[in-house]
């Protein structure tokens, strides 16, 4: 198989085969962690430091690991990156540990990390395993860094805890709840697979 | 210690006031791609329940009298997703062995909810809330019940929508997103009656 280009890579991971936007993968920690930016964007950086990690291992690792037992494997290396994480987390920013609760624990049960490790670490060497996975992380990283820029601008006036309220409209309570992140996250699949449908559409002329 | 809450309370919490995903945004995954069918939808909602429960109950003593004591809090979430994987594993062979019936209702579901969030979440709320192993069982049941009937909620509009003229694009995940959104809504007129966080 071919080794894909570093920049080729980075343009499928962000954008044409979004990871959260195009195969529906993450969505449980996308959501929950989006009321502040702050909070996202660490989110966002753990998953790619997990899911470059957890690649680059696995891929290492793809051809001594039998068959039967990957998945069992994978948990286990995805597990082991997720603790250094979550002790990361907890010995340096101790507040927004506090915050982000269950989910960093939750990174484990993140599709994203299995299914980079599934479909592409599986046949392919280390290293460019290694970014795919990091890639594939950032691609999540900026859905949720949009979701969470929405939400917090809204439900807030702040962008990452900066008041940026000038024009002093009332804040929008909804905007903080979880069903905005709901709202914001359909629409832009919406917005991204009507897109895609007219592209296909023009191209078929 | 454990919070001074009644069980009683942190069930009907949880199926109401902080539903798993409603609220929590667990087990969104199998949540949307398994609820374009009712009955389909009713299995995993029935399985996921089971599987929250018997977690539960052999985690919750793991937890209590070995990690606890032997100060091995860095292992928790290895040993917690081991726990899942094995607890799936024996139950799927059992099933198999004991009641092909049930098995062939649920033994397809079964895989699929060892890397569904909402069992790993309600493990860490347990733990993260201090429950006692009366309110974590309870908590674990309620979880079950109200992702179970989010699911069912979800299949039945779906199974309806699918006969819809819609706009391009919006059919799929998208339509499911925001139906979501506006259950979640309604779900909040519940939480005046309890909170547990």
Known sequence: ?205 | MAPNISPLIIFIASIFTSNMILNNFLGMCSYLSVSTEYKTATGLGMAVTLVLVLTTAINWPIYTYLIVPSNLFYLQYIIFIMVIAATVQILEMGMDRYTPDLHAKLGIFLPLITVNCAILGVILFMVIRNYSFVQALLFSFGSGLGWWLAINMLAAIREKLATTKLPPGVKGPALAFIVTGIMAMAFIGFSGIFTIQ
Not at chain 1, 57 to 73: D, E, F, G, K
Not at chain 1, 82 to 92: G, N
Not at chain 1, 148 to 172: A, D, M, P
């Open chain 1, 1 to 205: 198989m071919a080794a894909e280009k570093i920049g080729a890579n980075f343009k499928r991971n962000m954008f044409t085969e979004n990871q959260v936007l195009r195969a529906i993968l993450g969505i449980c920690s996308s959501l929950a962690v989006t009321n502040t930016m702050k909070n996202s964007l660490v989110m966002g950086l753990g998953v790619a430091f997990v899911t470059g990690l957890s690649s680059l291992t696995l891929s290492a690792m793809r051809n001594v690991i039998p068959h039967r037992v990957r998945m069992l494997v994978q948990t286990l290396v995805i597990a082991a990156y997720v603790i250094f994480v979550d002790l990361l987390l907890q010995a340096y920013m101790p507040d927004i540990s506090k915050q982000l609760g269950p989910y960093v624990g939750l990174i484990i049960t993140n599709c994203i990390i299995m299914g980079r490790a599934e479909a592409y670490a599986q046949s392919n060497p280390p290293i460019p395993a290694m970014w795919d996975g990091f890639f594939a992380g950032l691609g999540y990283t900026m859905i949720l860094m949009i979701i969470s820029l929405i939400r917090e601008v809204l439900g807030f006036g702040t962008v990452f805890g900066f008041n940026v309220n000038f024009v002093g409209f009332e804040t929008w309570t909804i905007m903080i709840m979880p069903p905005a992140a709901f709202f914001i996250i359909g629409s832009m699949i919406w917005f991204i697979s009507a897109r895609a449908a007219k592209k296909a559409a023009r191209q078929a002329k």
